[in-house]
């Protein structure tokens, strides 16, 4: 489990403490498919979590653009009747209730993948290991906080009658044949998750993507070309803007062609999920399972790294 990227706060609230003590203490790589399809849904719901805060952070510096532009063109028309003032002052209003909002609503979606990574994990762990005696109690725990988040996130969610796990053994490993009926036990709620996923980062690609490549060179035009043209000498803060703004630009953020590669990363996971919860689990192979492990591990590294 990617521990790394859970707040202490979250750690806390999303995974009871006997739990993941027993999680990190136990080896994830397995050769068996379920189990590593366990391992893959770890990877995918730790690549999301990610990919949503870096979302909410672009969508604070688009929409502080969007402002600025918004500001000039009304500071651009005639003042006659009109309280300009109490007219930016709504509309910094607005959008900062805006961002709120969908800030809130990626907070939701995090908490969600953060839960099912902790279901993921669980499975993949127990699957490996001689279990906790009460394995199917703590699962049945991490469950009831899956759906708890599911619920948060899409109020329209309705749990299934019956939201126990599948795994009631009393000590010793899950074996292969109930892991994969556990998953397909769960493999509706599991495509609700990805569905509320798919949504968030949908409207963050909507809503924000396109406008980031113009901020992008709006900040270097501003930063650097500025700076570097102007003939007067360049003092400290203005030496501090060159090098932090022509640094960035270069090393630049998330683009829309690099979410497109951890979008296709997490639809390889979803067909391979698919399929081993389907009629087709036989076309998947570890080798199969291992190549969507590293790709959602590689798009894990790279949005960490920026």
């Known amino acids: 489990m990617t521990l790394s990227l859970l707040t202490p706060r979250l750690r806390h609230s999303l995974v009871p403490i006997s739990l993941l003590s027993f999680f990190v203490t136990v080896g994830c790589t397995s050769t068996k498919p379920y189990a590593k399809l366990a391992e893959a849904g770890s990877a995918y719901t730790g690549s999301l979590t990610g990919m949503i805060d870096k979302a909410s952070a672009a969508r604070v510096e688009s929409s502080s653009y969007t402002l600025l532009q918004d500001r000039e063109s009304l500071l651009k028309q005639s003042a006659q009747e009109r309280n300009r003032s109490a007219e930016l002052a709504q509309m910094l209003f607005s959008a900062d209730r805006s961002v709120a909002r969908y800030r809130e609503s990626g907070v939701n979606v995090k908490k969600t993948a953060l839960a099912l990574q902790s279901y993921f994990s669980a499975l993949n762990a127990f699957s490996n290991s001689t279990a906790p005696a009460d394995t199917g109690a703590q699962l049945k725990a991490v469950l009831d906080q899956l759906y708890g988040t599911i619920k948060t996130a899409d109020p329209s969610f309705l749990p299934p009658p019956d939201p126990s796990p599948v795994v009631s053994i009393v000590a010793g490993k899950i074996s292969e044949g109930i892991l994969r009926d556990e998953l397909i036990h769960r493999k509706e709620t599991i495509l609700v998750c990805m569905s509320i996923f798919d949504k968030f980062i949908a409207n963050f690609e909507r809503d924000v ?94 949005i960490q790294s920026r």
């Open 209 to 302: 993507v396109a406008d980031m490549e113009n901020i992008r060179n709006r900040k270097y035009a501003t930063n650097v070309v500025n700076e570097f043209k102007s003939e007067k000498a360049l003092d400290n803060s203005a030496v501090k803007r060159f090098i932090d703004g022509r640094s960035e630009y270069l090393q630049s953020e998330l683009s829309s062609d690099e979410i497109r590669s951890a979008k296709k990363a997490s639809g390889e996971f979803r067909k391979v999920f698919e399929k081993m919860t389907g009629p087709n689990a036989s076309q998947v192979s570890i080798d199969d399972l291992q190549r969507v492990i590293n790709d959602l591990k590689t798009v894990t590294s790279f």
